[in-house]
């Protein structure tokens, strides 16, 4: 079992920066991947960011490449993401998430049903 919690959404202006932190506890160590997705109302939950645990390689969606940042403090079992110039866009529930099955390549590591343990997520909100 893997539990997580995020924290550090909230209201912020268009243009403005938010750090999404996840708190990682549990068998962290059988984890392959942290990833980030969101979903906002009426949509399908969408990959925002994904960072391989051991090797550090980063995986980001389109819309967020160049804005958003993700990493990982693997002695504090810990992964953040930053995201900088937000847009109205971005509005949505945001949630970390933990894969434990090896992948090779983008696709999978895009796709949120190959995830096995899922954070409560947290509301950022961006004002035009």
């Known amino acids: 079992q893997v539990q997580l919690v995020e924290s550090g959404g909230g209201l912020v202006q268009a243009g403005g920066s938010l750090r999404l932190s996840c708190a990682a506890s549990?068998?962290?160590?059988?984890?392959?991947?942290m990833g980030w997705f969101r979903q906002s109302p009426g949509r399908e939950r969408e990959f925002v960011a994904a960072?391989?645990?051991?090797?550090?390689?980063?995986y980001y969606a389109d819309s967020v490449k160049g804005r958003f940042t993700i990493s990982r403090d693997n002695s504090k079992n810990m992964v953040y993401l930053q995201m900088n110039n937000l847009k109205p866009e971005d509005t949505a529930a945001y949630y970390c998430?933990?894969?434990?099955?090896?992948?090779?390549?983008?696709?999978?590591?895009?796709?949120?049903?190959?995830?096995?343990?899922w954070g409560q997520g947290t509301q950022v909100t961006v004002s035009s």
């Open positions: 549990g068998r962290t160590f059988s984890t392959f991947a």
């Open positions: 960072q391989n645990w051991s090797y550090g390689s980063t």
């Open positions: 998430a933990a894969r434990l099955t090896p992948t090779r390549g983008s696709p999978g590591i895009r796709r949120a049903y190959e995830y096995d343990y």
